[in-house]
């Protein structure tokens, strides 16, 4: 079974240049500028202000990961503070990063999160980190213990259920599209299960986006989503009419990963072909694309962004 995308999937190195995965987190950005220059202090306020927001605080913390030289700041972080369960997080996410790219073990790498999840273990994050590299790297079961461990400390971990969203549309690709598919179950599943206020709502539709992805990977769909079938039958329009209700009626316009839902919401409006409702998406949206799934299955996220906007806003 080939890996996963990243969380926010797989742009070409044109598309990357052009996203910023802090998405509108001024306050992210400012201490990420400041810890490539050294100053961890920075970081370390962000993280006690961040507190026991946990989506917030996963959001936080594996975008300052993804940075190269976060594992080197958080070390002196912790020759500053050796007991700093943030500077162990932070250094278990950097590792994380690393061994995804190939330059760490990931045996190591695990020995280092588990060690920040012993500093800190009402929280979730290292734990994130774990299922990133389990997604990745590790086997089925490991997957479902390291997912529930998330799920313990916090039930509607958002960014852990993309995980595992984008992990199951890998499944039984072999055979085909499948509208019984265990990744529509499981979305189905965690949406039903989550407040009446979570954006997990939406995850009906990650799951059909990333279902697609790894079909058309596989030959199963055509490159282009809008000519795709995959869009525009019953059971899709029943998923998007719901979402986009849902999403007209949602009030936590605070949330630190909502960009990344109406991404997928709007993507999806668009190889509906609901040009509307798709424009008023773009609107809450500005600039701040993310790859997946504009990306899906390989192509210029940012382009083809751009494209979809200006028709739907009317500005071609």
Known sequence: MPPPPPPLGRARKRAAQAFDEALD??????????????RWQD???????????????GHRVTVLARESYSAAWAREWLLAEP?????????????????????????RV?????????????????????????CAEGAEGDVVRIFEQVRTRYADHH?????????????????????????????????????????????????????????????HEPADPVASGHWVGRRARQVMKAAFDWWLEWEHEDH???????NFLAHAKVCEGRGAEAAALFHRIGEHVTPAPWSYPDRDGVTVFRTARAAALGTT
């Open 25 to 38: 987190d001024a306050e992210l950005v400012a201490a990420r500028a400041a810890l490539a220059q050294g």
């Open 43 to 57: 970081t370390r306020s962000l993280l006690v202000r961040t507190g026991e927001d946990w989506d917030r605080r």
């Open 83 to 107: 007991d700093s369960g943030d500077a162990s997080v932070l250094l278990a996410l950097a590792q994380v990063r690393r061994a995804l790219g190939g330059k760490e073990k990931p045996a």
């Open 110 to 134: 695990r020995d280092t999160c588990i060690e920040a999840a012993d500093l800190v273990p009402a929280d979730p994050t290292p734990w994130l980190g774990l299922l990133l590299l389990e």
């Open 159 to 219: 960014h852990a259920h993309h995980l595992v969203v984008a992990w199951l549309a890998e499944r039984r690709v072999e055979a085909g599209p499948d509208p019984l598919h265990e990744v529509y179950d499981f979305a189905n599943w965690a949406a039903e299960q989550a407040p009446a206020d979570s954006p997990l709502a939406i995850l009906p539709v990650i799951a059909h986006a990333e279902r697609y992805r790894a079909l058309a990977a596989a030959g």
């Open 256 to 262: 630190p990963r909502r960009l990344v839902d109406l």
